[in-house]
Each structure stands twice: as C-alpha cells, then as structure tokens.
C-alpha cells in the first residue's frame, strides 16, 4: 500500500491478504481457531504474535484485520478494532480504558444508548461523568478539569444535528491531558477529518455507511497502536465483542462503494432539504448543510459537507409526524441509517424513547421531530413523496 494513495484507492486495496490462490474478492477466512505446527509454535504464538499471525477469531482473523488495516488507512490512524455492533465499540473504547473514580466529560445531545452506556453503565462502575451542550465551548472548558481522564461526543448529533466543534474540544481537552473520543457516525468515513483536527480515537458503527445496504451489524476504534493494541484489544478479545469474519467481509466490500454511496446521498440529502425549506407543513428543516443552520460554517470547515442525514420538524406534533410518516410511500420506517434505503424515524417514541420529556425538550426532540437518513433514490421522487405526505 502506497502511502500517497487517494481515499477512493485505499477503500478499494488497503489491507488486501491473497492467499495461494490470488484470489480477486478478498477471501472469508471462516474459521474460529487456527492449526500450529507443534506444541512448541503454539507456545511460541501465544506469548508474541507475529504481524500476520492468529490464535483465535476472538482475538484476530486475516478478513477481520483486512478490514481493520483498510478503514486505519482511509481514516488515517495507526491501527484499529473491529467490533461486533457500533455499541460494542463505543463501549469498548470508553469501558477499556476507564476505571472507578475517572472523569469524563460528554456532550449531553446523544444517541440513546449512548447516553445509557455514560450515564447508568459507566455510573454503575464509580466513573463519574459530566454533561455540556456541546455546541457551547465556554462550557466543555469550564467542565474538562486536571483529572479529566476521557472527552466523548458525536461529531455531528443524533437526532438534532449539531455540529461540535472538533478542533478547539480537542485543544481544551488536551490542554488538561483528557484523550478525546469521537463518535463520528454522521460525518462518515468520507468526509471525517478528525484525527487531522485533534481526535485521539475515532469511532464507527460500521452498520451505517460503511456496510450502508442493510446487511450487517458491526463497529470500529480506530486511534494510535499503543491505545488499540494496549487498551482495546486486551478488554474485547476477553469480553467477547469482536467482528465475525463475514461482517469483516461483508464491510470490505462496502468500503469499495461507500465514496459513491456517501457523495450521492449527501448531494440528495442537501437538494431535499432546500427543496422543503420554508413548507407550511414544518417548523423547520435541520440540515448542517443549509446555509440557516447554526453551526453550517463549522460544517463546510470540519466536512466540506452536510452528510447524508437531515431532520424535519413536522407542524402538529406526534400526530402531524405520524401522518407524514404513514404517509410517506417511498422512505421506510426504521430506525437504522447510513442506508441505501430512506429510513425515517420518530426519535420522540424510538431511540430516544426512554428519555424523560424535560431531557427530550432540552435536547431539541420535539414531538413532530422525524430523522431522515436519505438513500440512494432519485431526489425528485423523494422530494415528491414528501410534498404528498406533507399534505396528509
């Protein structure tokens, strides 16, 4: 592999093992253990393995570590852990290097379980974590303190689509020797810069874009080779939230098209958003892209770009949101994203269900609030479907 290679390059050949046969597709190492020459070799491995050499699935397998050495490559990073589920790999990086007692500061405009995993796992375990508006710099400073040990937030919100700040979180975090861990799901892999801007970690559930048809469950932490190999690797090859080497393969192959699909569905996402803009049926049209959004010069800065998912507030609340949603004959309901497919989902009764109301309220998820994940259809007829849903 070329260091000098373009992105579009790099998701297409880093990291590629052929066996003797010189196979084209990657191949699907579909095995849980692996066969030593002696007692002597097994012994050998389980003391120092070599760069290419595998003891156990749980603990590394060629597809699995193609694929890790692919997304490093694309995102930059030293090295990275493939996990089984985007959860798994937010947990992982904050329970592996966290112990009783630490701090941890995080933006308070998360994915629901996200928010389970700060605020009832971690408290469980004695690490006391404080919350900020994001959006707010005066606040991460005066929360990040010397014995802050970790900073989490997402890189762009879900739902509401905030954007943080990335650079300047990083400055203040670091400036009191925190490690600043992204989850940078909305930004996606294409248009992420953060290790550039500052980010210690980085994390994706690769059930979005990077797979992005539907198919399959997984995450990744990417970040330095002390962290990954150090910190990661020991707590999830012993508690069990590894890639299985069909995700890992199914992943690779979506790495080849995730450019393609990202740029299409962003271009679409933004066209949509403008076309909607200003409709008698919404409140409003949340999108990092538009030029109203609060933090749209931050996007074009830290992006370049919107993303792929953009948020409508339906005039008349559940009922209003409901309609439109039944209404809608193109976009599904669910409640994944990152898909080929437009999703949409009522954040206020799904993913953010278990929130009290007053949480809900203060973290802009509104009861006529609907997330859009676009897809990889026509903008017209996606912009047509929801003019006619708007009218029910």
């Given at each position: 592999?070329?260091?000098?290679w373009?992105?579009?390059t790099?998701?297409?050949?880093?990291?590629?093992?052929?066996?003797?046969?010189?196979?084209?597709?990657?191949?699907?190492?579909?095995?849980?253990?692996?066969v030593?020459?002696?007692?002597?070799?097994a012994?050998?491995?389980f003391?120092?393995?070599?760069?290419?050499?595998?003891?156990?699935?749980?603990?590394?397998?060629?597809?699995?570590?193609?694929?890790?050495?692919?997304?490093?490559?694309l995102?930059?990073?030293?090295d990275a852990?493939?996990?089984?589920?985007?959860?798994?790999?937010?947990?992982?990086?904050?329970?592996?290097m966290?112990?009783?007692?630490?701090?941890?500061?995080?933006?308070?405009?998360?994915?629901?379980?996200?928010?389970?995993?700060?605020e009832?796992?971690?408290g469980?375990?004695?690490?006391?974590?404080?919350f900020?508006?994001?959006?707010?710099?005066?606040?991460?400073?005066?929360?990040?303190r010397?014995?802050?040990?970790?900073?989490?937030?997402?890189?762009?919100?879900?739902?509401?689509?905030?954007?943080?700040?990335?650079?300047?979180?990083?400055?203040?975090?670091?400036?009191?020797?925190?490690?600043?861990?992204?989850?940078n799901?909305?930004?996606?892999?294409?248009?992420?810069?953060a290790?550039?801007?500052?980010?210690?970690?980085?994390?994706?559930?690769?059930?979005?874009?990077?797979?992005?048809q539907?198919?399959?469950?997984?995450?990744?932490?990417?970040?330095?080779?002390?962290?990954?190999?150090g910190?990661?690797?020991?707590?999830?090859?012993?508690?069990?939230?590894?890639?299985?080497?069909?995700?890992?393969?199914?992943?690779?192959?979506?790495?080849?098209?995730?450019?393609l699909?990202?740029?299409?569905?962003?271009?679409?996402?933004?066209?949509?958003?403008r076309?909607?803009?200003?409709h008698a049926?919404?409140n409003?049209?949340?999108?990092?892209?538009l030029?109203d959004?609060?933090?749209?010069a931050?996007?074009?800065a830290?992006?370049?770009a919107?993303?792929?998912v953009?948020?409508?507030?339906?005039?008349?609340?559940k009922?209003?949101?409901?309609?439109?949603?039944?209404a809608v004959?193109?976009?599904?309901?669910?409640n994944n994203?990152?898909?080929?497919?437009t999703?949409?989902?009522?954040?206020?009764?799904?993913t953010?269900?278990r929130l009290?109301?007053?949480?809900?309220?203060s973290?802009?998820?509104?009861?006529?609030?609907?997330?859009?994940?676009?897809?990889?259809?026509?903008?017209?007829?996606?912009?047509?479907?929801?003019?006619?849903?708007?009218e029910?």
């Amino acid at each position: 592999m070329s260091d000098n290679w373009k992105p579009s390059t790099k998701a297409v050949h880093s990291g590629t093992r052929r066996s003797q046969y010189g196979e084209v597709s990657e191949a699907i190492f579909l095995t849980q253990g692996f066969v030593y020459d002696s007692a002597e070799h097994a012994e050998q491995r389980f003391i120092q393995l070599g760069d290419d050499e595998f003891i156990y699935a749980r603990y590394g397998n060629p597809t699995v570590k193609m694929f890790e050495e692919r997304i490093a490559a694309l995102e930059g990073a030293e090295d990275a852990f493939a996990t089984a589920s985007g959860m798994a790999a937010v947990s992982g990086a904050l329970t592996s290097m966290l112990k009783a007692g630490d701090h941890v500061v995080s933006a308070r405009a998360l994915f629901g379980s996200c928010l389970y995993v700060l605020e009832d796992i971690l408290g469980r375990y004695g690490v006391e974590v404080t919350f900020v508006d994001g959006t707010d710099l005066a606040q991460w400073e005066a929360a990040i303190r010397e014995d802050t040990k970790a900073v989490f937030f997402e890189s762009i919100s879900n739902p509401t689509l905030e954007v943080v700040d990335i650079e300047t979180v990083c400055a203040l975090a670091h400036a009191k020797g925190a490690l600043v861990l992204i989850d940078n799901v909305f930004a996606t892999p294409v248009y992420s810069r953060a290790f550039e801007q500052g980010a210690d970690v980085v994390i994706y559930s690769a059930t979005k874009h990077i797979d992005g048809q539907g198919r399959t469950l997984g995450g990744v932490i990417l970040g330095s080779r002390d962290f990954i190999r150090g910190t990661v690797e020991p707590y999830m090859k012993h508690t069990g939230g590894s890639m299985s080497p069909f995700t890992a393969w199914v992943m690779l192959k979506g790495l080849e098209t995730m450019g393609l699909r990202v740029r299409a569905q962003t271009e679409t996402a933004l066209a949509v958003s403008r076309a909607l803009q200003g409709h008698a049926g919404l409140n409003a049209v949340i999108y990092p892209g538009l030029e109203d959004h609060a933090q749209h010069a931050l996007t074009q800065a830290q992006m370049g770009a919107g993303g792929t998912v953009l948020a409508l507030d339906v005039k008349g609340g559940k009922e209003g949101a409901f309609r439109f949603l039944n209404a809608v004959q193109i976009g599904l309901i669910s409640n994944n994203l990152g898909d080929a497919k437009t999703i949409m989902t009522h954040p206020a009764t799904t993913t953010h269900q278990r929130l009290p109301e007053d949480q809900k309220s203060s973290l802009g998820i509104t009861a006529g609030l609907v997330r859009v994940s676009i897809g990889l259809e026509d903008a017209d007829d996606l912009f047509a479907d929801f003019l006619q849903a708007l009218e029910a």
